[in-house]
T-cell receptor, first 115, second 112 residues
């Protein structure tokens, strides 16, 4: 059975700090790893990673995948109170004919950024 | 472009009743997935529909079912509700290929 483990489960920092969130996985025939941010309701998409060692960046957020270590990290620099959210990591296995799109999620990291 | 729309936003039901939740995908998205989110278990995959056919199913009892219509809109149904079914039910859609899933705001179901 596919498995995703995120750490830490929760984190409290001050504005301006840099944080690193971790995600490790076990999945049969890995296809991609995704990061989502969930504030109130809908998880919003951050990154999709398929290749090892290639960093993806969006503003103060960046992420990288290590297929050898079966892990990924999400970095947030110069944190702001608006970064407070649950950050979810998910992995996708192979797709069959047609679709077969299924994500396995970790429990998430609750990040709280205090002013 | 409108996002994924889920209705209703909130539902309160009693044990033994049944409920139907609705999801309208982003225009052009043909894959619709459903997830259950609870504080203890996190986000868990229920099932996925593509071209009106269920393509994949998670480890949930047969009380949980769904369907997809020709316009890609989807419904999920939970029969004989139990207290443990209280959760946020999220719909997510994709236009397949290498695009990520986009989530709706969910339906918060409370079973009393």
């Amino acid at each position: 059975e596919d498995k995703v483990v995120q750490s830490p489960l929760s984190l409290v920092v001050h504005e301006g700090d840099t944080v690193t969130l971790n995600c490790s996985y076990e999945v049969t025939n890995f296809r991609s790893l995704l990061w989502y941010k969930q504030e109130k309701k809908a998880p919003t998409f951050l990154f999709m990673l398929t290749s090892s060692g290639i960093e993806k960046k969006s503003g103060r957020l960046s992420s990288i995948l290590d297929k050898k270590e079966l892990s990924s990290i999400l970095n947030i620099t110069a944190t702001q109170t608006g970064d407070s959210a649950i950050y979810l990591c998910a992995v996708e296995g192979p797709r069959g004919g047609g679709s077969n799109y299924k994500l396995t999620f970790g429990k998430g990291t609750l990040l709280t950024v205090n002013p | 472009k409108a996002g994924v729309t889920q209705t209703p936003r909130y539902l309160i039901k009693t044990r033994g009743q049944q409920v139907t939740l609705s999801c309208s995908p982003i225009s052009g998205h043909r894959s619709v997935s459903w997830y259950q989110q609870t504080p203890g278990q996190g986000l868990q995959f229920l099932f996925e529909y593509f071209s009106e056919t269920q393509r994949n199913k998670g480890n949930f009892p047969g009380r949980f079912s769904g369907r997809q219509f020709s316009n890609s809109r989807s419904e999920m149904n939970v029969s004989t509700l139990e207290l443990g079914d209280s959760a946020l039910y999220l719909c997510a859609t994709s236009n397949y290929g290498d695009s990520p899933l986009h989530f709706g705001n969910g339906t918060r179901l409370t079973v009393t």
